[in-house]
Every structure is written in C-alpha cells, then in structure tokens.
C-alpha cells in the first residue's frame, strides 16, 4: 500500500514539476515575443519621426525661399515705383542705398598679418649672454647685502621652534 501510494505521490509530484518548468520556458518566450514586437513599434516609431522631421525642413526651406522671392519682388516693386514716381536723383539714391546694403553684406575685412604676432610662451632677454629661452632670474630684483642678510635671519626663525 505504501508503494501505490508513493507511486501516486511521485505521479502528481511529476505533473507539478513539469507544470512549473513549461510555465517558465512558455514564460521567457512569450516575454521574448513581447519584447520584440516592442523593439519592432520603437523602431517604425523612430523611422516616422526620421520622416517627420525631414518633412519639415523640406517645407521650411520651401518657405523661406518663397519668402526671399517676395522679399525681391517687393523690392523689385519699390524700385520701379521709386524710378517712375521720384525724380532721377531720388530714384538713383533709393537704388543705390538698397544696392549698397546688399553689398555691405558681402564685405570682407582686410587684415594685415604680418604686423600681428603670435604670443610667446617664454620670457623676453634682457641680455643676450643668458641660455635658453626661459631664464631662472626673468624679474628677479637682486637684495643689498644687508637685505640678504635680514632674509636669512627671517628664514632661521621661522625654521626654529619658538623658545617659551
């Protein structure tokens, strides 16, 4: 009797463990599943905005050279009117001056390089005899005896302990 029943105990024992382990192999793949289709709508989502944005420089660029096309048809406008409904003089000076802006745009600054120098990363000689380009003494003021002496004496009592 104690064999049947552990038979039977060891059968239902059996479904359990089986129940369990395909619950969690079904368990990773579905989860496997729902992170690809995951991954699949971020990547059509990313594509889109890739689209969107292209879209819309395209329509900005199509916009602003519509704008500048008004912009010269409306100065276009001015101009004839300025040179039919003003005298000649007038005219001339209202054409030049908006000629003259857009030429003013295009200007260039002239700079002679050769009277620019680079900055030095070294201290100027003060005589010619010193080596190298950095000297240990560049602005260094030399001491009177008397001053070298009351920096050594400085130097002592700050190197001695104070005496009580």
Do not use: W
Request: glycine content about 4%.
């Amino acid at each position: 009797m104690v064999q049947i029943l552990a038979g039977v105990g060891l059968f239902f024992l059996g479904i359990i463990v089986g129940a369990v382990f395909h619950r969690s192999v079904q368990g990773e793949a579905s989860k496997n599943k729902r992170l690809e289709q995951k991954l699949a709508e971020l990547q059509e989502r990313h594509s889109k905005y890739q689209a969107d944005v292209s879209e819309h420089f395209m329509k900005t660029a199509q916009a602003v050279q519509s704008f500048n096309k008004s912009y010269r048809d409306v100065h276009t406008q001015l101009a004839k009117g300025a040179s039919r409904l003003c005298n000649d003089e007038q005219a001339d000076d209202f054409i030049s001056l908006s000629f003259s802006e857009a030429a003013s745009s295009k200007r260039t600054i002239d700079i002679d390089i050769a009277s620019h120098a680079p900055p030095m990363d070294y201290a100027p000689k003060e005589d010619k005899t010193e080596a190298g380009t950095l000297s240990e003494s560049f602005g260094i003021q030399s001491h009177s005896e008397e001053e070298d002496a009351e920096i050594d004496l400085l130097k002592k009592m700050q190197q001695e302990p104070p005496r009580v």
